[in-house]
Structures are given as structure tokens and as C-alpha cells.
């Protein structure tokens, strides 16, 4: 079984959607970037709503979505990193 930092951005993301503070997600993304030595203002950052797994104590789960602004393909590793994916 597969344990989630409860510090990984994608979490972090999924609570200001549930609390209301969806305004600030991608500043946090944006943050989330720089932090990895990337320039935020390359990627155009989407948010997209899905239902959360099953068993899961969340109704709507949060997918982080980037794509670069230049058409080139986003890193693999970056995204993997972005959306907790194990």
C-alpha cells in the first residue's frame, strides 16, 4: 500500500480546492517550480477536477496539469513529482 506525504504539493493543492482557497493554488504551484529551479512563467498551470479514488474520504481530487508555453513536451519527472504519482 502506497503512503502520501502529507506534503506533497498535490495534497496540499487538493486542501485549498476543499477549503475554499482555490485563489492561491497556483501561486503555490508557481512556488513549487521555483523551489525545483524552474521558471513558473514557462508553463501555463491547469487545474483539473476528477472524482477521488474509491475509498477515498474526498469527493473531487485535484489533478495538476502544466504545459510548457514554448510547445515543448513538460519533463516526465516533473510531472510525476507534481501529482504524487508512485
Known amino acids: 500500500m502506497s503512503q502520501h506525504n502529507p506534503h506533497s ?9 476543499e477549503s475554499g482557497q482555490s485563489l492561491f493554488a ?11 529551479n524552474e521558471d513558473p512563467f514557462d508553463y501555463d498551470i491547469i487545474f483539473n477536477k476528477k472524482p477521488a479514488a ?5 469527493v473531487m481530487a485535484i ?9 515543448a513536451p513538460v519533463d516526465e519527472w ?4 507534481l501529482n504524487d504519482i508512485k
Open 9 to 17: 504539493i498535490q495534497l496540499q493543492i487538493n486542501r485549498m480546492f
Open 54 to 58: 474509491v475509498g477515498s474520504r474526498a
Open 63 to 71: 489533478e495538476i496539469e502544466l504545459q510548457r508555453k514554448d510547445g
Open 26 to 36: 497556483k501561486t503555490k504551484v508557481e512556488d513549487w517550480l521555483k523551489q525545483r
Open 78 to 81: 516533473l510531472l510525476t513529482q
